[in-house]
C-alpha cells in the first residue's frame, strides 16, 4: 500500500511540475511577443523569476491586458 501511494504522489509530483514549467514559460514567452516596451517587459520577466506562478499568473490574467504599465 506505501509503494502505491508512492507512485501517485510521484505522478501528480510530476504532473505539477510540468504545468508549472508550462505556466512559466508560456508567461514568459507570452512576454518576449508583446509589443510592449523593453522596460515593462523586463520587470515582468523579474516579477515571474522571483514569484514564477504567482507572476506568470498575475502577467497572464492581468498583465497582458494592460498598456499602460
Same mark, same amino acid.
Given at each position: 500500500?506505501?509503494?502505491?501511494?508512492?507512485?501517485?504522489?510521484?505522478?501528480?509530483?510530476?504532473?505539477?511540475?510540468?504545468?508549472?514549467?508550462? !505556466?512559466?514559460?508560456?508567461? !514568459?514567452?507570452?512576454? !518576449?511577443?508583446?509589443?510592449?516596451?523593453?522596460?515593462?517587459?523586463?520587470?515582468?520577466?523579474?516579477?515571474?523569476?522571483?514569484?514564477?506562478?504567482? *507572476?506568470?499568473? !498575475?502577467?497572464?490574467?492581468? *498583465?497582458?491586458?494592460?498598456?499602460?504599465?
Amino acid at each position: 500500500m506505501h509503494f502505491i501511494s508512492e507512485v501517485i504522489s510521484g505522478a501528480f509530483g510530476l504532473v505539477f511540475f510540468i504545468a508549472w514549467v508550462l !505556466l512559466v514559460l508560456y508567461a !514568459l514567452m507570452s512576454i !518576449l511577443r508583446s509589443s510592449m516596451n523593453q522596460n515593462t517587459k523586463l520587470l515582468w520577466i523579474i516579477i515571474i523569476l522571483i514569484v514564477p506562478v504567482l *507572476g506568470s499568473l !498575475l502577467y497572464i490574467f492581468w *498583465g497582458r491586458n494592460q498598456s499602460f504599465l
